[in-house]
């Protein structure tokens, strides 16, 4: 499979827990998205990396949301201290950036997480 | 700031339709448009990508055009089928930063 992975698919957490999501994106994309879909509200941007550039961290909502990507390849999204309105689903996405033009992004299956 | 607007929310037609999906954008300095369909729990599917320099693009029964100047984007689907009822959502490429601004979607729904 080829297609952007993220795990878990599903996570069920208590207020207050600290989680963790993984996007494995699709091998030689050097940009990686996050995104968010909480109901009603549609998707929002949360993080975008691309090669070794510093990321673009202004879509994240506050200083619980964190995000890594090592080695130019998987990225992990940190939330501390969970609250109930961040029950979202968590979109990740990776695009070929070639320098030319914007390419397209392909979006991994998501992580549904519920915050109890 | 981009606003990416769809109406209606939803929509429901009768199989073998010809339905077009509206789309409009408030900030017309955009790289491209896409246009993506979402089925129930599961992640997006790009349907078709439009540079800002191009007017419209088509794969299959789908036909998407865009009006840059005016902030407009029509997905156009021929000959509906129920398989075709998905969420369909559009979105822009604004920024140096390829950040997608998205619209809220439109849920459709095709009778057989």
């Known amino acids: 499979g080829a297609g952007v992975s993220q795990s878990p698919s599903n996570k069920v957490t208590e207020k207050g827990k600290d989680v963790e999501l993984r996007c494995d994106p699709i091998?030689?994309?050097?940009?990686l998205y996050w995104y968010r879909q909480s109901l009603g509200q549609g998707l929002e941007f949360l993080i975008y990396?691309?090669?070794?550039?510093?990321?673009?961290k202004s879509g994240l909502p506050s200083d619980r949301f964190s995000a890594e990507r090592t080695g130019g390849s998987v990225s992990t999204l940190t939330i501390q201290r969970t609250q109930q309105e961040d029950s979202a689903v968590y979109l990740c996405a990776s695009s070929l950036e070639s320098g030319l033009a914007p390419e397209t992004q392909y979006f991994g299956p998501g992580t549904r997480l519920l915050v109890l | 700031k981009q606003e990416v607007t769809q109406i209606p929310a939803a929509l429901s037609v009768p199989e073998g339709e010809n339905l077009v999906l509206n789309c409009s954008f408030t900030d017309s300095a955009i790289y491209n448009l896409q246009w993506f369909r979402q089925d129930p729990g599961k992640g997006l599917t790009s349907l078709l990508l439009?540079?800002?320099?191009?007017r419209e693009q088509t794969s299959g029964r789908l036909n998407a055009s865009l009006d840059k100047s005016s902030g407009r984007s029509t997905l156009y689907i021929a000959a509906s089928q129920p398989g075709d009822s998905a969420t369909y959502l559009c979105a822009v490429l604004t920024g140096a930063n390829s950040k997608l601004t998205f619209g809220k979607g439109i849920t459709l729904s095709v009778r057989p």
């Open positions: 439009i540079q800002s320099s191009q």
């Open positions: 091998s030689g994309h050097t940009a």
């Open positions: 990396f691309q090669g070794n550039s510093a990321p673009d």
